[in-house]
């Protein structure tokens, strides 16, 4: 097919924490403008947080309800776009998946060309640069200045605010169904957790950096990790580790934490460290601040017997395979660390 023949094809990605109606304006201008419309949920791969309250399906069907007919008539498609450690790997998978959604109708890649959707002044030239040879489909007006950050803040409260004039109406009864539903108060928990968290360096022109030191400790093919007790994350899988204490190094630090949240014996496990910490420090890895954290790597003996028991503020430690461990259950970060570590399926 030649080039003039091509399909053109649009790629819109957003996380949609909640769909309102700037998307909404976004979509059907573009949708005015191609053949078809690759619609890419982010962060798909997460646990719900406050700034991912809602899961990829939850999302998804809020858009599926929106355009029933671009979707039964395949105009428009909707994929899931997971989180990663690298940024090349997510740049990969994005193009992976508009692609794919493409073979899936029936299209040949040859047949179609891409094009990222985006403002004609914002910050969408930083996803063209990702995408070189995508070309663009700039949307020339914004309309409003809605933002989903002020939504879910208004959302997360006791007496949460339902944005009846913000979000379309398939969105508006899903939250006001969600508000009474025991993920919402776990959401809501986390939150007041947070803002007490942050309270003291609210407002400081210079917020403090806060240093922490996780493990992953392997044997047998598993991960040794801990499910939270209390917050930040009650609930999630983690891996072993805490707050860089002001008298310890870094390493007297992570074997305190392991023994703390697991009961192994430091003795035991630092004899199988494989090598000097690894720095995790993407700014905003954490909600509740810069948090820069080291990670070491341990490797028990096959043969080894371990016990472990939780502690702390652990409720419980176990090994998982992490090869089919589900990245969902994870708090913020901890299994793209275990991915970066190229230790996940």
């Given at each position: ?55 990829y399906e939850e999302r998804e069907d809020f858009i599926r309800r929106e355009y029933r007919k671009d979707v039964s008539e395949n105009k428009l498609l909707i994929a899931p776009l997971h989180d990663h450690a690298q940024d090349s790997k997510w740049c990969a998978e994005a193009e992976k998946s508009a692609a794919r959604t493409m073979v899936e109708i029936g299209l040949s890649i040859d047949d179609v060309e891409f094009n990222l959707v985006g403002y004609a002044k914002d910050g969408s030239s930083y ?219």
């Amino acid at each position: 097919m030649s080039d003039k023949a091509k399909k053109t094809v649009g790629v819109f990605i957003g996380r949609f924490q909640p769909f309102h109606i700037g998307h909404d304006f976004v979509i059907r201008e573009a949708l005015r403008k191609v053949d078809n419309l690759v619609i890419l949920i982010g962060s798909a791969n997460r646990a719900r947080s406050q700034v991912n309250p809602f899961t990829y399906e939850e999302r998804e069907d809020f858009i599926r309800r929106e355009y029933r007919k671009d979707v039964s008539e395949n105009k428009l498609l909707i994929a899931p776009l997971h989180d990663h450690a690298q940024d090349s790997k997510w740049c990969a998978e994005a193009e992976k998946s508009a692609a794919r959604t493409m073979v899936e109708i029936g299209l040949s890649i040859d047949d179609v060309e891409f094009n990222l959707v985006g403002y004609a002044k914002d910050g969408s030239s930083y996803y063209l640069r990702k995408f070189p040879h995508w070309g663009s489909i700039e949307i020339e007006s914004q309309f409003g200045t809605f933002s989903a950050t002020d939504i879910r803040n208004d959302f997360l409260r006791r007496a949460p605010i339902i944005p009846h004039d913000n979000c379309p109406i398939s969105v508006i009864e899903f939250m006001k169904k969600f508000r009474l539903r025991e993920e919402f108060k776990w959401l809501l928990s986390e939150r007041e957790f947070e803002i007490e968290y942050k309270r003291p360096y609210t407002g400081l022109e210079h917020p403090p950096n806060f240093i922490t030191t996780d493990a992953v400790i392997e044997q047998n093919g598993m991960i040794l990790v801990v499910r939270r007790g209390q917050c930040p994350g009650k609930g999630l899988l983690a891996l072993p580790g805490g707050h860089l204490e002001p008298n310890l190094t870094l390493w007297d630090n992570v074997l305190k934490e392991v023994q703390e949240e697991t009961g192994l014996d430091p003795d035991v496990i630092k004899e199988a460290c494989l090598g000097q910490g690894q720095v995790f420090d993407d700014p905003t890895r954490s909600t509740r601040g810069r948090t820069v954290t080291n990670v070491y790597r341990f490797r028990l003996p096959d043969g080894l017997q371990t016990r472990v028991t939780a502690g702390d503020d652990a409720a419980d430690a176990f090994w998982i395979n992490p090869k089919t461990a589900d990245p969902r259950e994870f708090m913020e970060d901890h299994y793209l660390i275990l991915q970066s570590l190229g230790l996940t399926g």
